[in-house]
């Protein structure tokens, strides 16, 4: 009878994708094998390596938004009113948790290096978890190697781990949870769905991406168990237990708005939030994806071309094809994934059509380097997918998906990654030239006083970072009733001010002018149709006793992210 069982189970593993079924559960053909070393090693050696050679040529701090999620991390312990608070409304706030105790050291927070060390680490995990991933899905080995070296040899991940950005980070919860996921529906373990819900529930406090994968994993909690768990109400118990745990972090962000900013949807209609930058993008011809949804897909299509590489997403379209044409539990698992792992995909066209977000490619008008970096999100689903080709492969072809990813990987490395040339050249450091000479002469100018300054500026907050001064020295929005006292009365309260084209102090400037009078213009750069002013008050122009504030509490204005 035993020896009946044992061949059996080839049948059962063949049948049903390489898992063999044992009564209502699976086990993989690999489950009792364990993670390679070599996979933890390389991705570490990987990480580090490039950590290491972005922060030399100062590569970890070239995008604008990095440098803000820096200065973020940095107001929790340092600035005129530090604290939780400032971690302001639009960004959601765990990367700057997570680098806060670093970025409280001068050296880690201006090289870089605390977003460096965060990121690294979030890539060595997903890049690890891709592994396990695609070997918990299909049972094959050979399929897992290919999926990590189409992950973790992405050039344009490889540099973006070195920086600030959120994007490794929510790739790192959205890879996790993925895989937990899939685990969850052979083990039938409440473990596993468990930690899925806290990879998601670090997800949603990461990028707003996670909250459609929260939805996409509710959906396969619940259909899988009506399909495949016949226990009574397992599928509203299996539903409301991942939800609780996987949506606790977006009930905190409206939470944070609520108590902070009196509003739980603040950061949808603040004045720093997305759909109000949007609107000045509308006005100048820069939303083109808005109210089109061919645009948008393109849009989005090119970023993930542009990242990934036309070769890579050609073998991950045909890994989809293989993934989608099974049967039965199989076919069923292939979907979770894809749903999962295609959310961020879904939501991030559906931002660019309604005009929540922005990309800009070289490929369409207006023909730029813009938030290409989204399009990475797109990276663990094609990683799975490509790597499921190896899986489906037998005989003399079963090399072929190995050889293809070491062939794809030498030629992207034959040209600079776009997610750096666009740190480099592209938009999102526009202004850094501008900004990096106004800070210059502040810094070699500065004899004391606090600066007036619009942090909810594109140019002048990485002016800010650029400056190497400490926060405390600025008055900027988040910190109360600094900021708005030293709108009223600026001589009374500072002794610089910084201007940027059409930010909340060139306003106050225009509408009062008689509160700059005592200041003059000390530094004036302009650059395309943007100007940074740098006024100085005028030495015979002592602060007065109103200068000193008292305050009854606190709390953070939104910043521009």
């Not at 930690?195 to 994993?217: K, N, Q, S």
């Not at 939303?287 to 997403?313: E, N, Q, R």
């Not at 001010?497 to 509408?511: P, T, Y």
């Amino acid at each position: 009878m035993s020896s009946q069982i044992v061949s059996v189970r080839p049948a059962l593993a063949q049948r049903y994708g390489g898992v063999a079924w044992k009564g209502t559960r699976a086990e993989p053909a690999e489950a009792r094998r364990r993670l390679p070393i070599g996979v933890p090693i390389i991705a570490l050696l990987l990480g580090v390596g490039f950590g290491v050679y972005s922060v030399m040529h100062g590569w970890a701090t070239l995008y604008n938004d990095s440098q803000s999620h820096l200065d973020i991390a940095r107001h929790v312990t340092d600035g005129l009113t530090p604290g939780l608070a400032q971690l302001g409304s639009i960004w959601l706030p765990l990367p700057q948790l997570l680098m806060a105790p670093l970025t409280a050291i001068d050296a880690l927070w201006h090289s870089g290096i605390a977003g460096t060390i965060v990121s690294g680490i979030a890539f060595v995990y997903s890049a690890i978890r891709i592994f396990s991933l695609v070997e918990e899905l299909t049972g094959k080995r050979a399929a897992a190697w290919c999926a990590f070296i189409v992950y973790a040899t992405n050039l344009n991940l490889l540099y973006i781990q070195t920086t600030a950005l959120d994007e490794t980070l929510m790739m790192a919860c959205l890879v996790g949870a993925a895989y937990h996921m899939i685990r969850w529906t052979r083990t039938r373990g409440m473990g596993d769905l468990a930690l899925a819900g806290v990879a998601t529930f670090l997800g949603t406090l990461t990028r707003y991406d996670a909250w459609a994968m929260f939805l996409a994993e509710i959906a396969v909690v619940a259909i899988w168990s009506k399909l495949h768990d016949r226990r009574g109400h397992s599928m509203q118990a299996n539903a409301l237990f991942f939800a609780f745990i996987g949506g606790y972090g977006i009930v905190i962000w409206f939470l944070y708005n609520f108590v902070i900013f009196h509003d739980p949807l603040y950061f949808l209609h603040s004045t720093y939030s997305a759909e109000t930058q949007q609107q000045y993008q509308l006005q100048t011809g820069y939303l083109p994806t808005k109210g089109h949804i061919t645009t948008s897909a393109a849009t989005f299509g090119w970023a993930i071309a542009d990242t990934v590489g036309i070769a890579v997403v050609g073998a991950a379209v045909l890994g989809l094809l293989m993934m989608v044409f099974r049967r039965g539990k199989p076919l069923h698992r292939n979907l979770a994934v894809i749903a999962i792992l295609g959310a961020p995909i879904l939501l991030n066209v559906a931002t660019l059509f309604v005009g929540q977000t922005t990309i800009r490619t070289p490929q369409l008008p207006p023909h730029q380097m813009f938030n290409l970096r989204y399009g990475l999100e797109a990276l663990p689903l094609i990683a799975v997918a490509a790597g499921s080709v190896a899986a489906y492969l037998k005989g003399a072809l079963a090399p072929v998906p190995l050889i293809a990813a070491g062939a794809a990987v030498l030629l992207m490395a034959n040209a600079t990654p776009v997610a750096l040339a666009e740190g480099q050249h592209g938009a999102s450091g526009f202004g850094r030239d501008q900004a990096a000479a106004v800070a210059s002469y502040l810094h070699a100018n500065y004899t004391g006083g606090r600066i007036l300054a619009d942090d909810g500026s594109s140019a002048v907050a990485p002016l800010i970072f650029m400056s190497g001064l400490n926060l405390r020295e600025f008055v900027t929005a988040g910190f109360h009733p600094y900021y708005e006292n030293a709108l009223s009365d600026p001589s009374a309260n500072v002794a610089w001010v910084l201007v940027s084209s059409r930010d909340q102090i060139e306003g106050k400037m225009n509408a009062f002018p008689s509160r700059f009078a005592q200041f003059r213009l000390v530094y004036h750069k302009l650059q395309n149709a943007d100007v940074i002013d740098l006024y100085q008050r005028i030495p015979d122009a002592p602060l007065t006793a109103s200068a000193t504030v008292h305050t009854t509490g606190a709390s953070a204005a939104a910043r521009v992210r």
